[in-house]
């Protein structure tokens, strides 16, 4: 949660005046709370995983597509971990040492999730603590280096004008940044014993989680001109920036954990292999991917942010206005290989996104295309794979 909110929000405060950060995040993290929100109701609902949920959507053998399909978005945000990893230590992409310790952080995140990750529980709440206050910390000197807070906007003003984003680039970069947790928020919430829980999980991490760290990460990108959180934390004193530099370690190592048990545990389902190799295969992927993509955090969110939003339409659609909520337990060996009516949804809703006008957030776009494709389409031929 710390390193994505913080890592947005200092982009955002590149592109945006301060007022426009706090109003792009709250509509951005509001959208995904929707949809983790009706997603984690199925889960709470069906008591199945996303994976569970895909066959019954696309079909026994069709539901690998979007599994892979989300495994690889989990793998590459897996890989944005590792090189952030390298790059908190290093802060430069060029020296031969960022590929070093990337590769370390990397093979490290595999092995502990390869042995389990128990002893990682025990630090994560401390890290989690000492990260944020840390950010207050830093979000408070910077407001002070700025000269007090109106001198903070002023120069939050001039930042937005050196790489200006639009309010609908802002909220399709917030929406990317979290949409995958929201679309595999049944994940969370399967084992929710009530339906306020099921949906006052996705509330806490995607509205009050998220919006404060993307604020906290903004007010030090206006300042430093930097997305990386570790950047302008060193900015503030070897011990103020060495306490952010390893509470962020920290955080990223149980991050590179969750984001490598995900795709693990998913891809050992579909292929029936032992998830111990499944981990050691999505962690080699996440390493090495974590050597350049994270160079290129914006335009893997902007990405993410048209791909990965029609996979749910169908879901959704059949779940609360075909089976009106009311879905029966079912047999997996009942269902049909494939659903073609889910799989064209999706390509039509993901293909929307690339002609998308301005005005309109393209995670919006995708999401909205792919549920009405799958109405018409499954209205016309019938093809739910039940």
């Not at 200006?164 to 940044?177: C, D, E, K």
């Not at 999706?346 to 309109?360: E, K, L, R």
């Not at 995670?363 to 109405?375: E, K, P, Q, R, W």
């Amino acid at each position: 949660f710390l390193v994505t909110g913080l890592f947005v929000g200092g982009a955002l405060g590149n592109g945006l005046t301060f007022g426009d950060v706090v109003m792009a995040s709250f509509i951005g993290n509001s959208v995904n709370f929707v949809i983790g929100a009706l997603v984690g109701y199925i889960g709470y609902r069906t008591a199945c995983n996303s994976g569970l949920l895909y066959r019954y959507i696309y079909g026994s053998f069709g539901a690998i597509g979007p599994v892979l399909l989300m495994a690889l978005l989990t793998i590459c945000w897996q890989g944005i971990v590792v090189g952030a990893f390298g790059f908190a230590w290093v802060q430069s992409f060029e020296s031969g040492a960022f590929y070093a310790v990337a590769i370390f952080g990397g093979l490290l995140f595999t092995a502990t999730t390869y042995f389990g990750v128990r002893g990682l529980e025990l630090v994560s709440i401390p890290a989690a603590i000492v990260l944020v206050l840390v950010g207050l910390y830093a979000g408070y000197s910077n407001v002070s280096a700025a000269g007090g807070w109106d001198g903070f906007i002023a120069l939050s003003e001039a930042s937005a004008e050196t790489a200006p984003l639009t309010m609908v680039q802002a909220v399709n970069l917030v929406i990317g940044s979290w949409i995958v947790g929201a679309i595999v928020m049944s994940e969370y919430t399967r084992f929710a014993p009530k339906a306020w829980v099921a949906i006052a999980i996705p509330f806490i991490v995607l509205i009050v989680a998220q919006w404060f760290l993307q604020i906290i990460g903004a007010m030090g990108g206006i300042v430093s001109g930097t997305h990386d959180f570790t950047t302008y934390m060193l900015a503030q004193g070897a011990i103020i920036g060495g306490i952010g530099v390893i509470a962020m370690s920290l955080a990223l190592w149980t991050t590179g954990d969750t984001n490598l048990s995900l795709p693990s545990v998913q891809t050992a389902s579909v292929f029936r292999r032992p998830q111990r190799v499944t981990t050691v295969i999505c962690g080699v992927l996440g390493t090495i991917f974590g050597l350049g993509i994270y160079q290129n955090f914006l335009t893997w969110i902007d990405l993410i942010a048209s791909i990965a939003p029609p996979i749910v339409g169908p879901l959704l659609v059949d779940f609360y206005l075909l089976n009106r909520k009311k879905y029966e337990s079912f047999d997996p060996d009942a269902l049909p290989n494939w659903n073609p009516a889910a799989f064209a949804a999706y390509g039509i809703g993901a293909a929307s996104t690339f002609v998308a006008p301005d005005y309109m957030a393209k995670a919006l776009v995708g999401l909205f295309v792919s549920a009405v494709a799958y109405m018409v389409l499954a209205s016309l031929f019938r093809s739910k794979p039940r």
